[in-house]
């Protein structure tokens, strides 16, 4: 895939001066983010401390901005863990064929409820976005899969394997992301790019397990070394 990710050194991406963006587009995109938060509130209300669930949302904003760049026809983008659905019907509204997976069956049925009510063709598949008999297998032997929860695969019944994809985007828990480069570098396509957000709020880019850049609030910035 050709991106055009500007991540290393040039202008900040403004969704809001993005000229070639539809302003019909961007009203979609700031009111379906707004509704993000909505439903994260009632999640987070309703779930309270006895029934911890370990949904957090991403910044959609800054999100929105590092999914810009790589906007192109036809390309394919998978969110790992995709909760109530923002960043996946966000990604299909920029006109990526959008898949979520997800293991949470609650979030699941809101994130379908939301593509449909919204006439997003974004799809959402309950299950796991570890692959059938995947395994962790650090360089330490520590082969924990951390925070990640467990559940059966979900790709054999969103019909498509993670090498499909040109995108993928993950929020990881802090110490899950050795895990998904890993599991990108197993089963992804080589040229795929991998999105992770961090918990600093920022977006960090990775293409063949190297880090090529990270967007955070305050625009991109160039990675070192
Ligand atoms: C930190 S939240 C991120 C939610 C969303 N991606 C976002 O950025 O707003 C992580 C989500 O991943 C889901 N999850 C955790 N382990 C998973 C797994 N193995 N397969 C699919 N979903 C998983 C959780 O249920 C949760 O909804």
New binding site residues.
């Given amino acids: 895939m050709e991106s055009g990710f500007n991540g290393m050194g040039t202008a900040p991406v403004d969704p809001r001066a993005t000229p070639e963006m539809d302003p019909a587009l961007r009203i979609r995109l700031a009111d379906l983010c707004e509704e993000?938060w909505d439903i994260w509130d009632r999640f987070d209300r309703s779930t309270g401390v006895e029934n911890f669930?370990?949904?957090?949302?991403?910044d959609?904003d800054v999100?929105l901005k590092a999914l810009l760049p790589f906007r192109a026809p036809g390309l394919k983008f998978l969110?790992?863990?995709?909760?109530?659905g923002?960043?996946t019907i966000m990604a299909d509204l920029l006109g990526f064929q959008a898949f979520g997976?997800?293991?949470?069956p609650e979030?699941v049925r809101i994130a379908r409820t939301l593509a449909l009510r919204l006439d997003s063709g974004a799809t959402f598949t309950e299950?796991?976005?570890?692959p059938q008999g995947y395994r962790f297998r650090p360089p330490d032997g520590d082969g924990r899969?951390g925070?990640?929860?467990?559940?059966p695969s979900?790709y054999i019944q969103m019909g498509r394997h993670l090498d499909e994809f040109d995108l993928v985007?993950?929020?990881?828990?802090g110490g899950e992301e050795p895990l998904m480069l890993d599991l990108i570098r197993a089963y992804g396509r080589p040229d795929a790019h991998l999105l992770l957000?961090t918990v600093n709020d920022g977006v960090r880019v990775y293409r063949e397990g190297r880090l090529i850049g990270e967007n955070g609030p305050a625009g991109p910035r160039i990675p070192k070394g």
């Fill in positions: 993000g669930h370990p949904f957090v949302a991403a959609y999100v969110e790992w863990g995709s909760a109530s923002i960043i997976i997800e293991l949470d979030l299950g796991s976005f570890l899969l925070t990640i929860g467990h559940g979900g985007f993950a929020f990881p828990w957000h």
